[in-house]
């Protein structure tokens, strides 16, 4: 089993920025990724960004790229995700996850991680 829990969100003015923190505990040995997620009310929940254990490598959705930037700490234990020049688009409910499993392509969909954080809510008001 693995915990994750978010912290950071908050409410901030369009343009403005915000650094989330997921905190991993638990068998955090068998990370092999983790990734950032948002739900806005109404919408599925869509790819943020993701990072890997091994090689460091990072992906974003073409929303958030050139934006938002996804770090680790410690070996996945703790991972980032600064978000820059926020939009109001940007509002929603922000999770953390896990993959337990190797990759061949970087996860981005949602099927592909196995455990989950609680949220963080961020808006960005206009």
């Known amino acids: 089993q693995v915990q994750l829990v978010e912290s950071g969100g908050g409410l901030v003015q369009a343009g403005g920025s915000l650094r989330l923190s997921c905190a991993a505990s638990?068998?955090?040995?068998?990370?092999?990724?983790m990734g950032w997620f948002r739900q806005a009310p109404g919408k599925e929940r869509e790819f943020v960004a993701a990072?890997?254990?091994?090689?460091?490598?990072?992906y974003y959705a073409d929303s958030v790229k050139g934006r938002f930037t996804i770090s680790r700490l410690n070996a996945l234990n703790t991972v980032y995700l600064q978000m820059n020049s926020l939009k109001p688009e940007d509002t929603g409910l922000y999770y953390c996850?896990?993959?337990?499993?190797?990759?061949?392509?970087?996860?981005?969909?949602?099927?592909?991680?196995?455990?989950w954080g609680q949220g963080t809510q961020v808006t960005v008001s206009s």
């Open positions: 996850a896990h993959r337990t499993r190797a990759w061949t392509v970087i996860p981005t969909t949602r099927g592909e991680y196995d455990y």
């Open positions: 638990g068998r955090t040995f068998s990370t092999y990724a």
């Open positions: 990072i890997t254990r091994d090689v460091d490598y990072t």
